[in-house]
C-alpha cells in the first residue's frame, strides 16, 4: 500500500465506527461526563453535567477507576519485574542484571518529564468507563526521555490483524502550525511554514499511522512495524520511520467476536440503572418544587398588586371581584 491507500483505510476505520462512537457518548454523559465529547465539540468555560439530577454513576465510575491504579500500580512498590521469556536461562547473574534493568526502566518511567502517572490515570478513568484506553509511549522531542500520553477514544481507531490482535492503528491529530513546523524541520509543506510564520496558532490535520511493516513499503530493515505522520491537509509525508514497537498500548477489558472494540460491563450493565436513577431523582426534585411552591390558577384583572407568594406576604385584590 501507498500513504493515500493507507489514509482511505484509516478514514473507512472512522466512519464505520459512527454507531459505536454514539454509545461511547451516551455513557460519557451519564458516566463521565468530563470526556462527554465524541459527538459534540465543547468549549472551554461549559458546565459539566448540566443535564445529571445525580451525581452517584459518576462518583462509581471514579472510584472504580481510582482503584485500578491504586491496586496495580502502587507507586510506594515495585510493582513490576523482568523475567527471561526461557525459564531454563535464567541464573543469578541474570537475576541480577534483570533486577538492575527494571530499576532503570522505573526510574525512566517516573520521570517527571514522563508523566507516566498523569497518562496512566488517565487511561484508567477511560478504561473504567470504556472499556479501554490507548496509551502512547515515545521519546520526547529532545530525545532525553521518555513520555507518555492518553489519548481520546474519539480520536484513535485500529483494526485487528489475523490473530486477534491490535494491527492498523490510526490517530487523528491536530498540531497548531509552528508545532509541526518545530517537530519535523525542513519536511512540512510550504503552506504549512507560511502559516507558521503568518497564523502560528492555525490547526493542521494530519495522520499518525502505525501498521505491519509488510503494509508499506519493503525497506523496514528488518522492523516489523512502519511510525507514519502525514499532513492529510496538504497530502505530504512528514515522517515514515521503521520502529521496533507499536508505540500504543490499548488494553480491552471485554471483547466480543467481530469487533475490534471492547467494552467496559461496568457502565454497560449499569447504564440502564444510571438512567433510571436520573429520571428518579428528576421525579422526586419536581414533586418537592411543586409541593413547596405548586402552580397557581389566578383571574385576570383581578389582582391589584404584585402576587406575594412567600411566606407572610399580602395580594390586593379587587373588591368589585366576585
Known amino acids: 500500500m501507498d500513504i493515500k491507500q493507507l489514509k482511505e483505510v484509516v478514514d473507512k476505520l472512522f466512519t464505520d465506527r459512527m454507531s459505536y462512537v454514539m454509545l461511547l457518548q451516551e455513557i ?30 459518576v462518583l462509581t465510575r471514579r472510584d472504580l477507576g481510582d482503584q485500578l491504579g491504586s491496586m496495580l500500580r502502587p507507586t510506594e512498590k515495585d510493582w513490576f519485574k523482568m523475567v527471561p521469556e526461557d525459564r531454563d536461562r535464567e541464573n543469578n547473574e541474570a537475576n541480577r542484571w534483570l533486577e538492575r534493568t527494571a530499576k532503570v526502566q522505573r526510574k525512566a518511567m517516573y520521570d517527571r518529564r514522563a508523566m507516566f502517572t498523569r497518562a496512566t490515570k488517565e487511561g484508567d478513568q477511560d478504561f473504567a468507563a470504556f472499556g479501554q484506553c490507548a496509551i502512547s ?32 492503528i490510526g490517530r487523528k491529530w491536530k498540531p497548531a502550525a509552528r508545532e509541526l513546523v518545530t517537530l519535523f524541520p525542513g519536511k512540512c509543506h510550504d503552506k504549512v511554514v507560511r502559516c ?127
Not at 29 to 45: L, M, Q, S, V, W
Open 137 to 168: 509511549c515515545r521519546l520526547n522531542k529532545n530525545a532525553d526521555s521518555l513520555i507518555y500520553r492518553n489519548w481520546h477514544l474519539r480520536d484513535i481507531v485500529w483494526s485487528e490483524n489475523e490473530e486477534g490482535n491490535v494491527g492498523l
Open 196 to 322: 507558521s510564520e503568518k497564523d502560528p496558532f492555525k490547526k493542521i490535520n494530519c495522520y499518525h499511522i502505525i501498521c505491519d511493516a509488510d503494509m508499506y513499503g519493503d525497506n523496514a530493515n528488518g522492523r516489523p512495524y512502519w511510525s507514519i505522520f502525514y499532513d492529510c491537509e496538504n497530502q505530504q509525508i512528514l515522517e515514515a520511520v521503521a520502529v521496533w514497537n507499536k508505540e500504543y498500548v490499548i488494553p480491552r477489558w471485554q471483547t466480543v467476536s467481530g469487533s475490534q472494540y471492547a467494552y467496559s460491563p461496568a457502565t454497560i450493565t449499569a447504564l440502564p440503572d444510571a438512567r433510571l436513577i436520573q429520571s428518579m431523582t428528576y421525579a422526586i426534585l419536581e414533586a418537592g418544587e411543586k409541593a413547596v411552591n405548586p402552580p397557581l390558577v389566578a383571574t385576570q384583572d383581578v389582582v391589584r398588586s404584585d402576587v406575594s407568594i412567600y411566606a407572610g406576604g399580602i395580594t390586593w385584590v379587587d373588591q368589585e371581584y366576585d
Open 28 to 57: 460519557a454523559e451519564n458516566f463521565y461526563p468530563e470526556r462527554a465529547d465524541f459527538t459534540i465539540r465543547r468549549t472551554h468555560g461549559n458546565e459539566f453535567a448540566a443535564d445529571l439530577m445525580s451525581s452517584y454513576p
